[in-house]
């Protein structure tokens, strides 16, 4: 049985673009413990953008991230001994972690004949989700499509 709920921990902005998102973001990108690593690709995925699109990557980045950002998903559910797949809509911070976390794993998936850093790789992705395109999308539309599919067990939500 649970005690309490998990504290939530205020998170400090980052220092160029003053954005909690971003911040998370590179924490979530991070390895080793090595953040200023982290902070330099996300930078640098952001600059690639500004090139390429002229325009502010912060409402790129925003808008990718709301674009990947799920509305629905689906959860387990016990009832009578059989494992029920329930759908649900999604809390907003869980939202923004999932993106993110999406994200991530895709940037880093993607091939390095194409791209040379992750920095490279987060931008092509970001500019990807920015158009509705890109596997970060895909996974979305999976989670949604599955939620979608089992709405008959909608009822058995708690």
Not at 46 to 55: D, N, P, R
Not at 122 to 127: D, R, V
Not at 144 to 149: I, K, Y
């Amino acid at each position: 049985m649970r005690r309490q709920q998990a504290r939530v921990r205020q998170l400090n902005p980052d220092p160029i673009y003053n954005d909690v998102l971003v911040s998370k973001l590179i924490n979530r990108s991070m390895r080793d413990g090595k953040k200023s690593v982290a902070q330099t690709q996300i930078y640098k995925a952001f600059e690639i953008i500004k090139e390429q699109t002229k325009e502010d990557p912060m409402k790129i980045f925003h808008a990718a991230m709301e674009n990947i950002s799920p509305n629905m998903e689906v959860r387990p559910r016990r009832i009578g001994g059989a494992a029920y797949q329930v759908p649900m809509s999604v809390r907003g911070t869980r939202r923004e972690t999932l993106a993110i976390r999406w994200l991530v794993t895709v940037a880093r998936t993607k091939s390095n004949t194409e791209f040379h850093s992750f920095g490279e790789k987060m931008a092509s992705e970001l500019m990807d989700a920015y158009k509705g395109e890109g596997m970060a999308m895909k996974k979305k539309k999976d989670v949604e499509n599955m939620a979608e599919a089992n709405r008959a067990f909608a009822h058995f939500k708690w």
